[in-house]
């Protein structure tokens, strides 16, 4: 039974996370410069076995899709090629920054800390995979 790979997709830096192996909760992995995503994929796939990775959504507050969504679907088919054997999901990832950015606040971490963005990107894969998590749960 493999894990999830949850997925914040961005031009520049992308943040990771992943489940347990019972996908019960979603954990920060990694945030990298996007070029560096599916090198660091192809790696951590030879060390955990992944069944899905759950890529961002990004929406507007009126549901139209977010110009980076071109962006991602290039990503995607990247990803695709790369790991024809695992699924792709993708799952709505609005307002995961802000929310990301909050609970760096209510963790008690300091402004020098939340000024590193690529922690904001991090925590986002992980409410986007959790979110996933929830939703697949509270649907099943």
Request: charge should be positive.
């Amino acid at each position: 039974m493999g894990s999830l790979v949850g997925i914040d997709f961005g031009t520049k830096r992308t943040g990771l996370s992943c489940t347990d192996p019972l996908k019960i909760i979603a954990s920060g992995l990694k945030n990298l410069a996007t070029p560096k995503v599916i090198p660091f994929l192809k790696k951590y796939c030879e060390m955990e076995e992944v069944d899905t990775f759950v890529v961002g959504k990004p929406l507007q507050k009126d549901g139209s899709q977010a110009l980076v969504e071109v962006d991602i679907k290039n990503f995607i088919k990247k990803l695709q090629n790369q790991f024809p054997s695992q699924s792709i999901e993708r799952h709505d990832e609005r307002y995961t920054s802000k929310i990301a950015f909050q609970s760096m606040i209510d963790g008690g971490l300091k402004k020098k800390q939340r000024a590193n963005k690529g922690m904001i990107d991090q925590v986002s894969a992980t409410i986007i995979l959790q979110s996933y998590l929830d939703f697949k749960t509270n649907t099943l």
